[in-house]
């Protein structure tokens, strides 16, 4: 049949870009998993310095302000001490008339005729205060200071302005002229805290203090005061103060961030300043974090929900905690990295708070590139391999493929590129050497096939005339495998009668009778040509003078064994039973036909009750009536005379009052009938138990190893099982016989 060249059913280039393709991408996806894990902590450092860097630079800009009223107020404050000490010499009335004038409330102030207050300073004096010498000196001195400088600081103030302890106030407010006009005669001036923040009693240290922010509800602006004490002779004398809007500073703090990052100000005491989260609206004071703080009267912002309040709070607990020098922080909780800056001045907390899921989506985001472009590397790689691997093997490997099937086919004129220098073009020279031969061989093939044609027919000839000898061989040696059979089973029948007569034995045994038996069925099986077998055959020419010789010796002893047969007739009456039980079940079997169990298991005793007597065994019956069921009888026969025979021989070394054979039948389970025979003998080593049915094999001197095997056989032949079990040597051993059981019930006879 032609063979036909077909694609093979997988690629070679397309397997081997596969498995390249599929470790390539494991190697990207390392890579990538590395890039990542690189990046990540490169871009976790590279944040962490942007971090302290941004905080560092901002805390410096945002704290300029701040440092700037401080440097004011030492100027002011040397400026008025020099001052008073300078009207220290001089009568301060006319000076302190021509200014001020007192109006109906009990209040001084600023006279209004030609006052500016865009361009003047304001004064303001509540009533009931004394105005002694000394106090109209330092309020003069503190108003040519305030004059003098107030107009240079407004340029980055909201406004200048000094309190004397005795409640005066001298104010440059270029934003609010009318302030000095406009304010109530009770106004408690002395109770602000940005005044009482300069009392010895609350700023012993005598420094520059900052009062909390807050709204200036006129101007609707945040503000927060610097105030700075002037002391003389260790006397309290005034406060210097700056209103500084916080307007832009909140502004820049809460817009003005690193990329996914925010911004906070924060006060040591919890204050919060500013917040990207923080609702303003209403609001006229900071956000106390703690909630520690009295707020009579204050409106302070509002955070959205209470998660953001508690993220707050431990936020600020662990910028409150940080070490001293500590500028950058962690809120694992919240996986959140935290920049922390001082702003000199009001010592505010400068904070830039940065969630790590920033980090790690750039770190993602890049890895995201590597692997895009390693991929596109890969698929670019892979069609160029693909188109390399195409042109370079699989074409080639195709072409020696269907010139493989050709040559198979049988078409020997196949044309392969042997120019080339690899081990592709080491293939095609190989290929075309072995298709030459071939060729040559299918030559010289055809030629001998020609003369073979003719010696088949001759062989065939001969080979029919050897195949009937063979069937007939085999059909004589089927016979006496047959014969095996039934001489075994008949064999133990007889054993019983072959014992008892133990003393015509050992005259017969030297008698050779069993030659005859040979003789006769060599005779038999050459019974078609036994003229040419008894002239030819060796073993036919001798055979009649065996004959010749053995009659001879057969009538010298022929007295002999009829005296030993007297010995044997009180054993007749037992042959008798023993062969009327044989003849009962050596009818033409039929394949199945009812039987007792029960009945079958008392045969095989009976047969064998001669010799079980003569070797001093016992026998207990444990028998359970079952009803007939249908199965081959004879063999179930052979099965048990075979396992009662065995069973005696096994009890020859046991002392005779214990050699008990004990038979028992019962119904293990519904459907499986068990026939057990027990015995107290040699029992069976575990290493035998494997090989007791094994066809030729057996522990006795005398035994053929036919019997087990033939049973077990005949076993599985009725849907059953032959098992043994024994618990080793000198422990007697227990064979079971397994058969189905399918009870019928019985018809009454007529």
Known sequence: MALTASRPAASLARSTLIQMGVRIGILIALTTLASYLHMFHTLREEAIQQLERH????????????????????????????????????????????????????????????????????????????????????ILAAHDVVSQYGPAFAARFTDTYITLPEGPCITFWPTKPNWAMELPADDPTLEYEYYTLTTPEKNPGRRTAWTSSYLYSPTQSWLVTANTPVDMDGRHVGSFSHDISLDEL??????????????????????????????????????????????????????????????????FERVRNRQPGESILELPEYGEHIAVARLK???????????????????????????????????????IMYWVLQKQISQPLLVLTQATHRVAAGDFQVVLDTSREDELGTLAGAFRIMADKVQQREEQLRQANEGLEQRVEERTRELKTVHGQLVQTA????????????????????????????LARDRVSGLRLEHVSKVATLLDEHQADLTTFLTQDERGRNAMPFLNKLGQNLVKDRQEILVLLEDVGRYTEHIGDIVKVQQNHARTPRLHEPVHLSAL?????????????????????????????????HKVLMILVNLISNAKYAMDATPEDQRILTVKLELPVSDRAR??????????????????????????????????????????????????????????ATFSLELPYQPIEETPRA
């Open 601 to 633: 298991v008392d045969d095989a005793l009976r047969i064998n009750a001669a010799a079980l007597t003569r070797h001093r065994v016992k026998e207990v019956r444990q028998l359970c009536f079952l009803s007939p069921v249908m199965t081959d009888k």
């Open 675 to 732: 026939i057990e025979v027990h015995d107290k003998g040699m029992g069976i080593s575990q290493e035998l138990l494997t090989r007791i049915f094994q066809y030729g094999f057996t522990t006795r001197r005398d035994g053929h190893g036919f019997g087990l095997h033939s049973s077990a056989v005949a076993a599985q032949e009725l849907g059953g099982s032959l098992t043994v079990h024994s618990d080793g040597p000198g422990r007697g």
């Open 55 to 138: 905080v560092a630079e901002r805390s410096q800009r945002e704290q300029a302000i701040f440092m700037l009223a401080e440097d004011n107020h030492a100027i002011l404050k040397k400026a008025l001490v020099e001052r008073i000490q300078a009207w220290s010499q001089q009568d301060p009335n006319p000076r302190f008339d021509s200014l001020f004038t007192q109006l109906p409330d009990g209040t001084l102030r600023s006279r209004a005729e030609g006052f500016d207050g865009t361009r003047m300073t304001g004064v303001f004096i509540p009533p009931g205060v004394r105005l002694d010498t000394e106090l109209r000196r330092r």
């Open 250 to 315: 909140m502004a820049r703090s809460i817009n003005d961030h690193l990329p996914g990052a925010y911004n906070l100000l924060v006060r040591d005491d919890g204050q919060l300043i500013a917040h990207p989260a923080l609702d303003m609206r209403d609001a006229n004071m900071g956000y106390d974090i703690l909630g520690t703080t009295p707020q009579p009267g204050g409106s302070p912002p509002r955070l959205a929900s209470e998660e953001e309040r508690a993220h707050l709070r431990s936020l």
């Open 475 to 502: 059909r004589q040696a089927g016979m006496a495998e047959i014969a095996t059979n039934v001489l075994h089973n008949v064999g133990n029948v007889l054993n019983s009668v072959y014992t008892a007569s133990q």
């Open 345 to 383: 001045g009001p010592g505010w907390n400068f904070v830039t708070v940065l969630p790590k899921s920033v980090v790690t989506a750039s770190a993602l985001r890049a890895a995201r590139y590597v692997l895009l472009f390693g991929l596109a590397s890969l698929l670019l790689e892979l069609v």
